[in-house]
Each structure stands twice: as structure tokens, then as C-alpha cells.
């Protein structure tokens, strides 16, 4: 079975290929709701909740563009409305007056992806989904700002300050691995 074939198999409520769609893409899109979620648990809410709204709108996907990005945008804007009551613009962590510090660029590139989304994953959670919204999914802060009910401004102040505290948390573990 192929792509075309589970989606119009999906189409017509073929359990089998319900079942090829998301054996073949439940963990490309579990990495995206990890970047989302505060653990391991939301993320597979995130996930089923996904995959829902995915086979209930199946039929609205119109083949432009790739299937996995459409599909992505499903599961991104599942995790944004997981969150979307929160208001971020008056959470703190405490950095907003640090110094940033000098990072060597060696101590980036020796750490895994694993690590990498780990770091990502501990920032505040407005800081994470301005951050995965903007660096990761290529969402301008217009679209950010109109997702989740906030300025502009607001979205570019998480992002600067989802930097800052990766920046630390990488000069952090770079001075530890020294």
C-alpha cells in the first residue's frame, strides 16, 4: 500500500489503511507534538487527538502541496489548542536580564538531535511554542501572533527569550563537558 492508496482507503473507513496511515506516520508526527507538549503523556494526547481530527478531514486534503505538511499543520495546530488558553506574554524564567554568554560552536555541534529537542523541551511553555512555531515550523511572528491571540511583539519576546535560556543551558553544559 502506498500513500494515495491508504488515503482513499481512509476515505472510505478501511480500518487497514487507517492502520497504514498511522503506523507510517504516527512517529514523524509524535516528534512534532514532542516539541509541543510539556511530556511524554500530552504529547501522546496530542498525538490521537491528531490523528482524529486527521481521518475526520481527510477529505478536505486537496493534494496540493505535500500530504505530510498538510498533516503536520493538523498536529501543530492540535498542540497549539492544547495550550491556547494559557497566556504567555506574563510568564517568566527569571533570564530576562542575563547576559547571554558566549557559546563556543563546538559545544552545539556535539550534541545529539535527541539532546537538542530535550533542551527545547524544558523551556516555559509559551517560550517552546513561540521557539518550535518560528525556528522549527517556519511560521512568521504574524502567524504566530494571529495562532495563538497575542502581539507580535509578544511572540518575538518569547522567541529572544526561548534563545537566551538555550543559549545558557548550552554555555551550561558546554562548561561541564570541559
Not at 52 to 75: D, H, Q
Request: with cysteine.
Amino acid at each position: 500500500m502506498d500513500q494515495d492508496d491508504a488515503i482513499h482507503g481512509c476515505l472510505a473507513k478501511d480500518h487497514a489503511s487507517q492502520k497504514w496511515l498511522f503506523d507510517h506516520y504516527s512517529g514523524r508526527m509524535m516528534t512534532v507534538c514532542l516539541r509541543y507538549a510539556r511530556n511524554r503523556a500530552d504529547a501522546e494526547d496530542i498525538l490521537q487527538d491528531g490523528f482524529v481530527l486527521l481521518f475526520r478531514n481527510l477529505a478536505k486534503f486537496e493534494y496540493k502541496g505535500s500530504f505530510e505538511g498538510w498533516m503536520r499543520k493538523i498536529f501543530v495546530n492540535t498542540a497549539l489548542k492544547k495550550y491556547q488558553r494559557k497566556r504567555f506574554d506574563k510568564e517568566r524564567s527569571g533570564i530576562e536580564y542575563v547576559k547571554e554568554p558566549e557559546l563556543d560552536a563546538s559545544a552545539i555541534s556535539a550534541l545529539s538531535e535527541k539532546e537538542i529537542l530535550k533542551l527545547v523541551s524544558e523551556l516555559p511553555v509559551g517560550y517552546r511554542i513561540v521557539f518550535n512555531m518560528y525556528a522549527i515550523e517556519g511560521y512568521s511572528h504574524k502567524e504566530i501572533a494571529d495562532s495563538l491571540g497575542i502581539n507580535e511583539a509578544t511572540s518575538r519576546t518569547q522567541l529572544l527569550k526561548a534563545r537566551k535560556q538555550l543559549q545558557r543551558k548550552l554555555a551550561e553544559l558546554h562548561s561541564t563537558m570541559i
